[in-house]
């Protein structure tokens, strides 16, 4: 019953999309650090989104958003992620394990939890707790 109810759900479908274009994006980022300095791989990313960026803005009928605060955020955004994908594309052209600098980076989710507990009050039941400590601890073994 639960598994139906999250089968049918539409973040669920958007979340699989979201695992399958981050997966390909991670071993692209590894293939091209390999030939490339990581400045160079970080703007031909920037360059990639253009294409998205314009069918958002058609599909939008060319209709800015008008919250400064919103706007605010998704700039930010844009910078907090450009200097990470610098920072990825470094650890990937130091020609490290890819899997080991894959699953290093995702634990950026440990930050978001800490972030939404400390800004906007969230709250961890204690098995939440208790998977973050398993996500620290398996980064830790899996290094090894």
Partial sequence: MILNDTLKARWFWYSMACVLCWGGWAMLS????????PETMQ?????????????????????????????SYGVLNGVLSGVG?????????????????TSATALYPMVT????????????RPVQAVGLVFAALAIVIFSM
Avoid: D, Q, W
């Fill in 30 to 37: 590894k293939l091209g650090s390999r030939e490339i300095p």
């Fill in 85 to 101: 994908g610098l920072a990825l594309f470094a650890a990937y052209h130091t020609n490290s394990n890819t899997s080991l600098v």
């Fill in 43 to 71: 703007f031909l990313f920037t360059v990639g989104t253009i294409p998205v960026c314009v069918v958002l803005l058609v599909a939008r009928r060319f209709r800015m958003e008008r919250s400064p605060k919103g706007i």
């Fill in 113 to 124: 939890v800490a972030l939404a507990v400390l800004i906007l009050r969230e709250r961890l």
